[in-house]
């Protein structure tokens, strides 16, 4: 068990009794996990080396995370912050707010990720999140391979654990893009699951990454496979290389705005209750 966990518990007694049953639910959790992780259970075989539960508050750990900030890509209407309206943690919950900012017609959100301060390769990225929905909203959970500055997109390798278009609201996506395979020349590998309304409770968001192929999940939901083909060729399989996490909440944009978007709606709140990386 976290040290962080334990020294917790006093300050608990002042809290609201949600915010305590969250805690224990936790704890039981995390106990249940390390006898899993003993040799027995749904994660035989698997060691969980990396995790971040956000069991403090304030800004995401600087030692695990950085950010975007700016308009990056896609034509997206938001401008990246890394203010704590924006972004922050609290009561056991990393919150990315997308706000339309007051007097102003211009849209402020966060996207974090990992990039020089955690990298993965091979092993299983589970995230456990609550996503928003909303005409125009595009929250997402994906990887590029660390490599982006020397290589360029798509070349590094790109991996879509979670991608969700408000406009499609009961569509979960995976995909993949590389040199060989990405949208830009609409030859992108990736599926979608269907699940009735999945803004509405938290979902377990993962990617099983092996050196042959990927399989990815929503709980327990299988639903998207990709194979390596073997040929040892960066433009097919890039990801055989480091890859780093982010974890951002768009809107419009080339995907999240297709049917338009209604700013009326914001603002949005994005939920990511914790990230483990197990190999």
């Known amino acids: 068990m976290r040290k962080s966990f334990i020294k917790l518990q006093p300050q608990l007694l002042k809290k609201p009794k949600t915010h305590i049953m969250k805690y224990l639910t936790r704890i039981v959790l995390l106990s249940i996990s390390i006898v899993m992780l003993s040799g027995c259970g749904q994660k035989e075989g698997w060691k969980l080396v990396w995790s971040d539960e956000f069991d403090y508050s304030g800004s995401p750990a600087e030692e695990s995370w950085g950010y975007e900030t700016g308009y990056e890509r896609n034509n997206e209407l938001q401008y990246y912050s890394s203010d704590l309206k924006n972004v922050r943690v609290e009561e056991g919950y990393c919150i990315i707010n997308a706000l339309l900012e007051e007097g102003e017609d211009s849209i402020t959100s966060a996207s974090i990720n990992t990039l020089g301060k955690q990298e993965f390769l091979y092993g299983r990225i589970e995230v456990r999140a609550k996503i928003p929905s909303a005409l125009g909203s595009w929250p997402a959970i994906w990887m590029m391979g660390t490599n982006r500055g020397e290589l360029g997109w798509p070349a590094c ?15 979960i996506h995976a995909n993949i893009h590389t040199k060989a395979y990405n949208h830009s020349i609409g030859t992108n590998k990736g599926n979608q699951i269907e699940v009735k309304e999945p803004w509405t409770d938290f979902h377990i968001y993962s990617v ?22 073997m040929a040892g060729n960066n433009d097919t399989w890039p990801f055989d290389k480091p890859h780093y996490l982010l974890i951002n909440l768009a809107y419009g944009g080339s995907w999240g705005g297709n049917q338009g978007v209604d700013i009326s709606l914001l603002p949005l709140q994005y939920e990511i209750d914790y990230i483990r990386y197990y190999k």
């Open 208 to 229: 099983e990454w092996f050196e042959d192929h990927m399989d990815f999940f929503m709980d327990d939901s299988l639903y998207f496979s990709f194979e390596n083909d």
């Open 157 to 171: 390798g790109e991996i879509d654990i979670m991608e969700h278009v408000g406009y499609d609201p009961d569509r």
